[in-house]
């Protein structure tokens, strides 16, 4: 049964894969420009936020629940983070960050408590959660974008690493893509090789048999969303690195492009089900559709409805692939 | 003992949610924000909003109109005029802007201004708190509406009620308002700004592009098919790349859009940003690709926000009109109605130092562009 489900999600990502590469062929042949190093290191520098709060949501949603609050999370850590450089730009870079990932995951911890302890569907939990903070934040804020960090903050954010010669110009790996490998890493470590990660599994397949086997189920929901929103609060860390400035209504409903990149990359809704790499290719995907549409000039009044297909089919492929896949194991069985 | 936890969670919680409202109070009078270029990301907040309706965004809402409310009728103790200045929304730098000038108009002339909107771009929501004022009894309604069609029906209750009735930002049914008060001149801005542009390239031809906050915004479009009419007719050799490009009123967005379109169009020379996100977003993304000498930025923006662009020559020209005039103005022309004058060119009223431009015999107009440059 298990190498069963293995294949499926194997066949899954491989078909994510195909429709990355017939896209990418198709866009280079349209525009050389596309398959570059500095091309391919911009767009991933600019999704790397909506990247790492993809791989925040990847645990939630395969424990079965889903997080909507990760817009308003990761506002609340911009916000407390400009505001606290404002008042003290002596501090240093990792106290900046500790900071913004320590708000996030008391903001996780909120919706945990309220999903286990009060028995809140998650949705509704979240949901809550993100109204309250989004309107605490802009009543704070006025919505007046936040300015003028330390200098030593943001030459952080123009690290790159090592010099790798492309079009013309030299370019290295961004920071901000190194966060987003970082914490794939660490979030694959957790699912694939701790009693957690293997919790989240379960009690996102069956909480009934979880809690048989013995798995803590409330410990395992608080876990994951306090996880997303630490990660909520490393990706508002990477998002100033970027645009040097704060504003707060930027984020607002951010929470549906993460879940789209989470079940792009072949994570269920449904719970039980998902990858570290299947996220990854949703993150490339995205990034090459939003990227590919302005490369090969489509009319910004297509752009949507192109997206919309590029995902329908990408979804559809996945179903098809699975309904095969089912017919040919129902045939063996009979043989069998 | 878990449960004392619980309950001592919750009443912390408690105090900082009576805290913010608090706070929120304090301000309301300031609070509030995005102009005409909201109209793009007003589509986006009105479909979070609709997303959030179900648990908490009543509760949202009657907290911020509570303050309001409370302040409202404090001022209205004192002597004089009480008017109504309604945003499309509050909590956007513009519209923040914009209220601290509605707010300092009404202190000036020794009138009551109560600076108040929704949370988000949501007209039924506009709807439901100026029937709340008209029932309170207020001297003038100055509104910039989400959606005009849907204003008609309270405007024309509180025309019955006596009430005077101005728009703001956006236009309402002209039948029904006492005067209109104009940002700007939308075909002189949009042609300031080709000017602006050609003047920053130093050539009359190649390549531009146009960035724009959203393709529904329709201030926007306006201004947008004003500068390109402008380009056809004056600058022939001039070649726009493609359709304006929409960036859902997000800096994030403005500044990726920007890079993409810099690597399609490595010719390109000069980019026009529409609405004030594409300002400081378009800037970053020509000031990291090192690109300030080849390409010319004029775009809408908002002057604080601009400023390290601006420094460097990323962003070559900010236009924006006056946001704290606009909400000064617009509380000076409802207390000159209220006071019997009349509203024509060349007229001068309390408060506004300049004789008033006067348009179509209710459309008054802020005045020329405020550009911003280095210092």
């Not at chain 1, 049964?1 to 491989?14: D, F, G, P």
């Not at chain 1, 660490?186 to 996102?204: E, N, P």
């Not at chain 1, 879940?259 to 089900?273: D, N, P, Q, T």
């Not at chain 2, 202190?107 to 008209?134: C, F, H, K, R, S």
Request: proline share 4%.
């Amino acid at each position: 049964m298990q190498k069963v489900w293995k294949n499926l999600t194997k066949s899954k990502e491989i078909s994510i894969l195909a429709i990355i590469v017939v896209l990418a062929v198709c866009i280079t042949i349209v525009n050389p420009n596309f398959l570059t190093v500095s091309n391919f290191f911009d767009i991933m520098r600019s999704n790397s936020i909506y990247g790492i709060m993809a791989l925040g949501m990847l645990p939630v949603l395969i424990s079965g629940g889903i997080d909507l609050s990760v817009s308003s999370t990761i506002t609340l850590c911009a916000v407390v983070m400009g505001k606290f450089l404002q008042a003290n730009p002596g501090s240093n870079i990792v106290v900046a960050i500790l900071l913004c990932m320590v708000v996030g995951a008391l903001a996780g911890l909120v919706n945990g408590l309220l999903v286990t302890k009060f028995h809140i569907p998650p949705i509704v939990a979240t949901l809550g959660t993100q109204t309250i903070v989004m309107a605490a934040v802009l009543f704070y804020t006025n919505g007046m974008w936040i300015s003028g960090m330390p200098d030593w903050f943001l030459s952080f954010g123009d690290i790159q690493f090592g010099a790798i010669p492309s079009a013309g110009k030299v370019v290295g790996m961004p920071i901000q893509i190194l966060f987003l490998i970082l914490v794939g890493i660490a979030t694959w470590l957790i699912l694939k090789y701790t009693l957690m990660g293997r919790g989240i599994y379960a009690v996102g397949g069956n909480v009934q048999s979880a809690t048989r086997v013995g798995y803590n189920v409330s410990r395992v929901t608080t876990f994951v969303y306090i996880y997303s929103g630490t990660l909520a609060g490393l990706a508002a860390v990477t998002d100033i690195l970027i645009v040097k400035q704060i504003d707060p209504n930027t984020f607002s409903g951010c929470e549906l492009d993460v879940i789209a990149i989470a079940v792009l990359g072949g994570a269920s809704v449904m719970g039980g089900i998902g990858t570290v790499f299947g996220t990854f290719l949703g993150i490339i995907l995205m990034a090459v559709i939003k990227n590919g549409l302005v490369l090969v000039r489509v009319s910004s009044y297509w752009q949507k409805v192109v997206m919309g297909i590029i995902i329908l089919v990408t979804i559809s492929v996945d179903v098809i692939n699975r309904r095969i896949e089912k017919a040919r194991l129902v045939h063996v069985d009979v043989e069998e | 003992m878990k449960k004392k936890l619980v309950s001592l969670l919750l009443s912390t919680a408690l105090a900082c949610t009576a805290l913010a409202g608090c706070g929120g109070g304090s301000s309301s009078s300031a609070a509030s924000s995005a102009p005409a270029e909201a109209s793009g990301s007003a589509g986006a907040s009105a479909a979070s909003e609709a997303s959030a309706a179900p648990s908490e965004a009543p509760a949202a809402s009657e907290a911020s109109s509570a303050p309001a409310e409370a302040s409202g009728a404090a001022e209205a103790s004192g002597d004089g005029y009480t008017i109504v200045v309604m945003p499309k929304l509050v909590s956007i730098p513009y519209f923040t802007m914009t209220g601290e000038g509605a707010v300092k108009a009404g202190e000036d002339l020794g009138i009551n201004v109560i600076y108040n909107g929704p949370t988000t771009a949501d007209a039924a929501e506009q709807v439901t708190m100026l029937e709340d004022y008209i029932t309170q009894g207020v001297d003038a309604i100055c509104v910039a509406p989400n959606d005009p069609a849907a204003m008609t029906s309270v405007l024309t209750k509180a025309k019955e009620a006596g009430i005077v009735v101005l728009d703001w930002d956006t236009q309402a049914d002209p039948n029904l308002v006492d005067a209109s008060i104009h940002n700007i001149d939308d075909k002189a801005f949009g042609e300031h700004m080709m000017q602006e542009l050609v003047a920053s390239m130093g050539t009359e031809e190649g390549q531009w592009a146009i960035v724009t906050g959203g393709l529904s915004a329709e201030n926007l479009n306006l201004w947008i098919k004003y500068a390109k009419e402008y380009a056809e007719a004056n600058y022939p050799n001039l070649e726009l790349v493609a359709d304006p490009f929409p960036t859902d009123e997000s800096q994030d967005l403005a500044y990726s859009t920007t890079q993409d379109l810099l690597k399609t169009y490595p010719d390109l020379k000069g980019i026009l940003g529409m609405s004030t996100p594409t300002g400081p977003g378009c800037g970053l993304a020509i000031q990291d690709l090192g690109l300030q000498d080849q390409v010319s930025l004029v775009a809408n923006a908002m002057e604080d926000d601009v400023q390290s662009v601006l420094a460097d020559g990323s962003l070559d020209c900010g236009c924006l009109w006056d946001c704290h005039d606009l909400g000064y103005l617009t509380v000076c022309v409802a207390n000159a109605i209220l006071n019997g004058q009349k509203i024509e060119s060349g007229a001068t009223i309390e408060g506004w130092d300049t004789p008033l431009e006067v348009l179509d015999e209710k459309s008054v107009i802020l005045g020329p562009a405020a550009d911003y440059r280095a210092k």
